[in-house]
């Protein structure tokens, strides 16, 4: 009998980072995978990313047919009791979960009361400029099994008293994933966006520092002149879904007009970010992506402000604060010769350590037993 496994998705950036393990799930004969997408999938605002979701998975998603303007809550509610509706009719054996991400919450507490295991991905980091920080760590003890990026962050498991046993150190897959990507010439970028890739651009991304709502404006003036001091072209990356994220759109589409100079993208999926990543001079804002996936590329992140902090860097990270002489500061390191050579043999620790069909084959076999559903806090010594 195939085991049933929900894997909730809730929006661009965690379907991206599973896509390599979730499609090799979805390959195995012993396994039946639901793909549940939230609402930020099916968001005109972010590029409806639900349209970039592989057709091969079976997707799960929510009509959200009544437009309730009550916020995050409502939302989280209204996914809750979808999920509940849908965990009482499939009845999974296994949810599985990634990040930090609020909306993942959704998973571990629908399973709790049905006894149901959670294997959740990538716990163990610190973001201590985010409201993250809190998710990810509550997750972890709702959670049964971890896949964790870095033997740092296993660290982190135990001293929040999870049992050795239930944590794998498995690094990131989509690293590989996304160097393996085919190349996309620039004139074929230049034809797709409409946009002159021969000359040198920033990759930029900002999202809401959630503990730091009411220093938006500065936060985003600052950054906007550091730009204009450089003079160089830039792409620019929605916001993720946090509070606030309307207001950093608004302010980009104002002050971003220029289309020779500027391109502001909602979602362009995994094949084009890959590409525009390759073939830019360094990444700016704060971004995970800055210190996951650029390193790969042996590409600069200028890292502004707190909400990576704690996290593991690797050396293509120059951090800044907020104001726009520390942002430029870093700006003319990232564009420095010294700076790109000191990158041209790094190697990025966050790439995977196991194949993702041994680490399927672990999923598959897992047993859903008494061990695995009673959990014991380990005191540290």
């Known amino acids: 009998m195939k085991k049933k496994i929900f894997v909730i998705s809730a929006g661009r950036s965690d379907y991206d980072r599973y896509y390599p393990i979730i499609n090799e799930l979805n390959k ?32 799960v998603k929510n009509s959200y047919k009544k437009k309730v303007n009550d916020g995050i809550t409502g939302d989280f509610a209204r996914d809750l009791i979808f999920l509940n509706k849908k965990i ?49 760590h509550a997750i972890t003890k709702m959670s049964h099994y971890h896949f964790v990026l870095l033997d740092r962050y296993k660290k982190r498991l135990l001293q929040l008293g999870e049992e050795e046993w239930r944590i794998k150190t498995i690094g990131m897959h989509e690293l590989k994933y996304l160097k393996k990507i085919k190349p996309i010439g620039k004139n074929e970028l230049k034809t797709f ?25 500065y936060q985003l003036n600052s950054l906007t002149d550091a730009i204009n001091m450089t003079g160089l072209n830039v792409i620019i990356t929605y916001p993720n ?24 993208i909602k979602n362009c999926g995994l094949k084009y970010y890959a590409n525009i990543m390759r073939n830019s001079e360094f990444l700016l804002g704060n971004s995970s992506s800055g210190i996951v996936e650029a390193a790969s590329f042996k590409i600069p992140a200028v890292n502004i402000g707190t909400r990576q902090d704690g996290k593991y860097k690797p050396i293509n990270v120059i951090d800044t604060g907020y104001s726009k002489e520390s942002i430029y500061k870093g700006i003319k390191i990232a564009t420095s010769k010294k700076f790109k050579k000191k990158l041209q043999n790094i190697k990025n620790l966050y790439e995977s350590k196991l194949s993702e069909k041994k680490i399927v084959d672990f999923i598959v076999k897992l047993k859903v037993n008494d061990k695995l559903l009673r959990k014991k806090f380990i005191n540290l010594k």
Do not use: C, W
Not at 98 to 106: A, K, N, Q, T, V
Not at 108 to 133: K, Q
Not at 241 to 264: E, R, T, V
């Open 241 to 264: 879904a946090d509070p606030k994220h309307g207001s950093i759109i608004k302010y980009i589409k104002k002050k971003f007009k220029n289309q020779k100079k500027y391109l502001i």
């Open 88 to 136: 009482e009719e499939e009845k999974p054996n296994l949810i599985i979960v990634l990040g930090d991400r609020y909306e993942m919450l959704i998973g571990p507490v629908a399973a709790l009361t049905r006894n149901i295991p959670v294997i959740h991905f990538y716990g163990g980091a610190v973001t201590l400029g985010a409201t993250d920080e809190l998710v990810r």
């Open 28 to 59: 195995s004969k012993k396994t039946k995978l639901y793909l549940i997408v939230l609402k930020a999938h099916l968001d005109k605002k972010f590029g409806k990313t639900i349209n970039f979701i592989d057709k091969k998975f079976f997707i």
């Open 193 to 217: 966006f409409k946009f002159n890739f021969e000359n040198t651009y920033i990759l930029m991304t900002f999202h809401p520092v959630t503990l730091e709502l009411k220093d938006l404006k």
